[in-house]
T-cell receptor, first 113, second 108 residues
């Protein structure tokens, strides 16, 4: 089944403790992206990747890192999480040809205390 | 700079009534615009893209470059249309900007 998976789905952590949220897609998509969703603000793009080893900042990259060493994986790294990074995070992927339809993961709910 | 604006946080209509979800964008180039929908306990998914000019589940959206709008319309709302709707702009074919979303509630 074609899909985007994220792990973990739920995470509660403490300020300053490094964490990684994984994202994987099995559709051979070139484009992958991370978003955070906050009430009243909709989805805001954190980072995106056009292909392996090609990443760039979205609208709200501060406090986040990403890497794209393989086409299928695009992990989101929070080196020193803070409470203002408490949010619902979505990973998405799409082909860069065709209609640019993004396929979204199920979301990761992160709480930083 | 905010690139996509959805002025209504919540829109409530009765079943069978027409629906219009508003979306305005700011972009000087040729916009690539999308509507995404998130039903309860489901993933965010593409509803329609302006360039395809399709009608999906009875919804249509017309790009109006003069008014920089991409409103989503449906002539007769159904209860199963209740969901969160997001308008999105693809900027320079790499960055996506989403609006803050409109929750559509279709009452029986």
């Amino acid at each position: 089944e074609a899909q985007v998976t994220q792990n973990p789905r739920y995470l509660i952590t403490v300020t300053g403790k490094k964490l990684t949220v994984t994202c994987s897609q099995n559709m051979n998509h070139e484009y992958m992206s991370w978003y955070r969703q906050d009430p009243g603000l909709g989805l805001r793009q954190i980072y995106y990747s056009m292909n392996v080893e090609v990443t760039d900042k979205g609208d709200v990259p501060e406090g986040y890192k990403v890497s794209r060493k393989e086409k299928r994986n695009f992990p989101l790294i929070l080196e020193s999480p803070s409470p203002n990074q408490t949010s619902l995070y979505f990973c998405a992927s799409s082909s860069r040809t065709g209609n640019y339809e993004q396929y979204f993961g199920p979301g990761t709910r992160l709480t930083v205390t | 700079a905010q690139r996509v604006t959805q002025p209504e946080k919540l829109l409530s209509v009765f079943k069978g009534a027409p629906v219009e979800l508003k979306c305005n964008y700011s972009y000087s180039g040729s916009p690539e615009l999308f509507w995404y929908v998130q039903y309860s306990r489901q993933r965010l998914q593409l509803l329609l893209r302006h360039i395809s000019r399709e009608s999906i589940k009875g919804f249509t959206a017309d790009l109006n470059k003069g008014e920089t709008s991409f409103h989503l319309k449906k002539p007769f709302a159904q209860e199963e249309d209740s969901a969160m709707y997001y308008c999105a702009l693809l900027y320079n074919f790499n960055k996506f900007y989403f609006g803050s979303g409109t929750k559509l509630n279709v009452k029986p």
